[in-house]
């Protein structure tokens, strides 16, 4: 199978990518906020449907890291990518059922609000939690960037640095535009899009590759396995961490991470405040959580047929991290000889992955921008007006995005995986422990919380320099280098029991009167966190 896109598909991906462009920025301009209406700017006034806030929710989810990323381990390690995109449906599910609905009770705007709901003195708190999301996003945001100049230049058949450069520039001026210009109600129309384009044109390659196989899974999975190279251990558990020092607790930890870390990364907890109830919130979860799941099927037979109609072998020499895969599994589910319409379905899958990255990435902007306008600049000038603050966050936008177009800029052409786990282990070791104690825990403390994040991502800072996805092996990102004293693919091992430990260290430490006191205050607000027994505050 030749990588090689024609020339009149890479004519029509060139068309579908201005369509895209033009439609979804003209988008954000017809639905943007009033200059001085904060509720539509940081929520969209809860004014989407579930059906429609479950799309949105499924597509600040499902980010061109997961189509991409998780669709290339599937084709290069079967099982453990089968595993993997399991883990991302359960993170949703985790989500929905624990944290979603006291999320959407305690908080207003951002996850500074939700922290901050049962605790004195907050100024400290939303600064850190600020920081924090800035941590825990900028990587990913990185990842997606550099990943839209490599994608777009396999695509469209071009190899120059200069070319690769300018795509990256472009498409984040555009994401910019989005988040400053639509705030949440137009980026949410715009994941809402994605997630309908996504699994419209999955589906139908999905269909198209069981078709080749006479829609027996299982002579899927077999030829797969014959295709790899490695025989009956694709279909086993372990081929992706076989060179590590201990392959099944690597494997343990790095779903685990997954796990709690994707459920509680800030761009996705933010959706959760645009309910307008907790009723709704559930319903908006259920559809979200329906629309990964499938989304999750499709990747997997795209991810298993590339193997078994391209080979293993070839994938890896296209990407030697897979993340061409799920384009050359839809290439080659069409056959050598493409159709008119064929190229049109081609066209309809690579413009559904372009939208998502622009989608992800505006997401993420807009959520470090609420953080930045909301936490740090309005808490602290008291008497900020409504204009003033949505001024600030569209500048905050820009603030934002410009430094990371700049970075992936620099980090294009070296493996980004460690900045998809940088951001990971953040969400699964500082974010998610923050969560879980400040909204369940009636003792936690204000120091056990700044604990808890600060704790928590330093943690991750420290470990993640020497784990094997930065130094020691061929695909890392400094492949000449070993430093590598950490052999585990992630920090989780460590760092999430850390994260836990520090919050519960400083709850202990605040002393029995710190801890009471926080106590009668929880106690106060309890009934509005877990039940949403008052009124939404406006």
């Not at 319903?283 to 959580?289: C, D, G, I, L």
């Not at 991810?303 to 991290?321: K, M, S, W, Y």
């Not at 049109?344 to 990435?361: M, N, P, R, W």
């Amino acid at each position: 199978m030749n990588p090689e896109f024609s020339g009149n598909a890479q004519a029509m991906a060139l068309v579908g990518f201005s369509a895209v462009a033009t439609v979804t920025l003209l988008l954000c301009v017809m639905t943007g906020p009033d200059r001085d209406d904060l509720d539509e700017f940081y929520t969209g006034y809860g004014s989407l449907s579930p059906f429609r806030n479950g799309l949105a929710i499924a597509g600040d989810y499902i980010s061109a890291a997961t189509v991409l990323g998780t669709g290339g381990v599937i084709a290069l390690f079967g099982y453990d990518g089968i595993v993997l995109a399991l883990s991302t449906a359960l993170s949703l599910m985790l989500l929905m059922f624990l944290l979603a609905e006291p999320l959407r009770n305690a908080g207003r705007f951002t996850m500074g609000d939700a922290l901050t709901r049962r605790m004195p003195r907050e100024r400290g708190i939303r600064v850190t939690a600020s920081a924090v999301t800035l941590a825990a996003l900028l990587p990913m945001m990185l990842v997606q960037l550099a990943g839209t100049g490599q994608l777009m230049a396999f695509i469209l058949g071009f190899s120059g640095e200069s070319l690769q450069t300018g795509c990256i520039i472009g498409v984040g001026a555009l994401m910019i535009s989005y988040a400053a210009i639509g705030g949440m109600k137009g980026t949410a129309l715009i994941q809402i899009l994605k997630m309908v384009m996504l699994l419209g044109s999955g589906t139908v390659v999905a269909a198209l590759v069981l078709d080749r196989f006479d829609w027996n899974p299982g002579a899927l999975f077999d030829a797969a396995a014959d295709n790899s190279g490695v025989g009956s251990a694709f279909l086993s558990s372990g081929l992706q961490f076989a060179g590590g020092a201990s392959p099944g607790l690597d494997m343990i930890t790095s779903q685990l991470t997954v796990v709690l870390g994707g459920a509680c990364l800030p761009h996705v907890t933010m959706r959760m405040y645009t309910a307008s109830s907790a009723r709704q919130v559930r319903r908006s979860m259920s559809w979200a959580v329906s629309s990964v799941a499938l989304f999750v099927l499709v990747l997997t037979v795209v991810g298993f047929g590339a193997t078994a109609l391209v080979g293993r072998a070839a994938i890896a020499e296209a990407d030697p991290r897979g993340n061409t895969a799920y384009l050359l599994g839809s290439q080659a589910a069409f056959g050598p000889e493409v159709t008119t319409t064929e190229t049109f379905l081609l066209t309809t899958v690579t413009t559904a992955i372009f939208l998502t990255v622009l989608a992800s990435v505006a997401g993420m902007i807009l959520a470090c921008a609420n953080s930045l306008a909301h936490d740090v600049f309005a808490s602290r000038l008291q008497e900020l007006s409504p204009r003033r603050e949505m001024t600030l966050a569209r500048l905050s936008a820009l603030a934002v995005g410009v430094p990371a177009i700049l970075l992936a800029t620099l980090v294009q052409h070296h493996s980004l995986q460690p900045l998809v786990t940088l951001s990971f282990c953040i969400g699964a070791s500082a974010i998610a422990p923050a969560l879980v104690y400040g909204l369940f825990w009636r003792r936690y403390t204000r120091t056990g919380l700044l604990a808890t994040l600060i704790g928590g991502s330093l943690a991750v800072l420290l470990l993640m320099p020497g784990t094997n996805l930065v130094s020691g092996s061929p695909v890392s990102a400094f492949p000449g280098a070993d430093f590598n004293w950490f052999p585990f693919t992630t920090t989780g091992l460590l760092s999430i029991p850390a994260g836990f430990a520090c919050g519960w260290i400083g709850t202990m430490a605040s002393g029995r009167a710190g801890t009471e006191e926080q106590r009668r205050q929880y106690e106060a607000v309890e009934a509005r966190i877990l039940a949403g027994a008052v009124r939404r505050r406006n």
